[in-house]
């Protein structure tokens, strides 16, 4: 069933634990992703990044198909949701087309500009019975990781986020607590600021979001999704588990290299859900 993000993420912050919100690229990645939330039982917040439309992986209509399409068919609920949009026309195509949740990400710019844009995208988003979320602060990339302290991440302040939140009336915040996007440099797992991702969770009304959870080691993923994270993004961690799946079979036909890339992607999303939900 499709729904948007507001009850799923409400019922995880008063209780405490994390939902998977997995981006998919395709059709298998998507139908792998639902098959194990139905496995389950549990919703998934399933995403699209505007990003792999730029790629040429898909396009938002293939996408809204894709998801409508799964989403329709399963008993448990499904968000659709539109991650890291960067331009309101995109993300009105997208809610037009049946995305339920859209995240606009104007993190780069002022903060008065990312609270006029965010507040825009909700009044119009709200309209339509869309959810929104939006970024505080900024995660940066994996590559440019470093250390905590030398990264190209901005930390998200309590300060800023309840001011954005109480200004924008956005459903849920991503936070920047020290993770990055994409795989780290070196291997290197990330030092996450625990106190601070306390702080913010008893000040900020709104359910939190993680960024650049893969890669980013389970014990610090227990911690954030039981500290105060509703909402996990991830995505490059099933490209890993998909070779990591491949490697171990080594496929001898291209449908077995997909079959085992799916299983791959399926033991990681399961995985997910094990630390964020245990
Ligand atoms: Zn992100």
Known sequence: M??????????AKANGY??????????DSARCFVEVAEELRRPIILSFAQVHCGMGLLSLEEAAWIGRHFARKTQVPIVLHLDHGTDEAFLKEAIDLGFTSVMLDAS???????????????????ARGVTVEAEIGHVGTGANYDSYENSDSVY???EEAVAFVRQTGVDSLAVSIGTAHGA???????VLNFQRLHELGKAVPVPLVLHGSSGS???????????????VNVLTDFFVGAMAEIEKVGPATYLELKAAADAGMKNMLRRCFAIYQP
């Open 2 to 11: 499709l729904v948007n993000s507001k009850q799923i993420l409400e019922d």
């Open 18 to 27: 994390g939902v998977p919100a997995p981006d998919f690229f395709d059709l």
């Open 108 to 126: 780069m710019q002022s903060f008065e500009e990312n609270v006029e844009r965010t507040g825009a995208m909700v009044e119009y988003a709200h």
């Open 156 to 158: 998200t302040t309590v």
């Open 184 to 190: 780290y440099k070196n291997a290197r797992q990330p």
């Open 217 to 231: 080691g389970e014990e610090n993923l227990r911690r954030c999704a039981a500290e105060g994270i509703a909402k």
